[in-house]
């Protein structure tokens, strides 16, 4: 495992360089496990509950008996999931204001409130980038720990959007006031922009979780979300938590992709490779 380097603030390209020189070998066991973090996602506007039944329905059925970690939906859907999806996946919605992230922090806590009476096992919310900006550091923390006092044992996924973050170091930051202030995960994108999951981000979030893990103890999982569609973009994301955090990483608790597309493509991999 790569231990993260402490010496400043600077993006260690070297070593992702070598990390994304490693063969990727292929294998249906793979795809498999793949498919075990995949947090199947419909966030239309246009979502009925028909539409999020077809989506709970491919989850329930699986693939070789592997299931998808989670399905992940508007808040108004979080009872009708939970009431139809097997009870080993997660029901995961989005917060109030997604995907902006800039709806008031009174109404995120009363939404977080709401949320844990409700069916939903995990809340994603979006780090406000205006408070960002003007480095309200102080405010995303409070936020971020009202909300998850607000959600009691339920799990917390702060997504940094860090596409629109523009460098490592803005990356890196964000990544330290979401796990100082209590995010069960961190999560690149809401899929709503141009930019979503890329190694370079993926990498600098695992560095901030594994300097935490070793300053507090307390594991903090990684969600790349956005753009990832192919088995290849998978297994290199996975590589990189891998060497990064180690195998206790490789846990649906502790990591999940967000890609709706991908599922279909890994179960078409699979069926390739055999």
Known sequence: MIRPLKADGFFFM???????????????????????YI????????DTNESVLKLVDKANLGFEESHPAAICTYARFANFVRENLDASMQTVVVGLGFPSGTTSSQEKIEHAVEIAQSGAEELDIV?????????????????????KAALGTKHLKVILETGELKSAENIKKASEL???AGADFIKTSTGKTAIGATPEAVYQMCTVIA???????????????????TFEEAVLLHLIVQKTLGNAWLTPSL??????SLYDNLIKKYKDLS
């Open 127 to 147: 780090l406000n980038h205006s408070d960002f900006t003007h480095l309200s550091y102080s405010q995303i923390s409070k936020e971020i720990q009202g909300v």
């Open 255 to 260: 990591f999940r992709i967000g890609a709706s």
């Open 178 to 180: 979401a796990c100082e």
């Open 39 to 46: 947090d199947l996602t419909t966030l239309s506007e246009a």
């Open 211 to 229: 300097a935490y893990f070793e300053k507090t103890g307390r594991r903090v999982g990684i969600k790349p979300s956005g753009g990832i569609r």
């Open 14 to 36: 070297e070593q992702l360089s070598e990390i994304l020189k490693q063969p990727i070998v292929a294998s249906q066991d793979l795809a498999l496990e793949l498919i075990s």
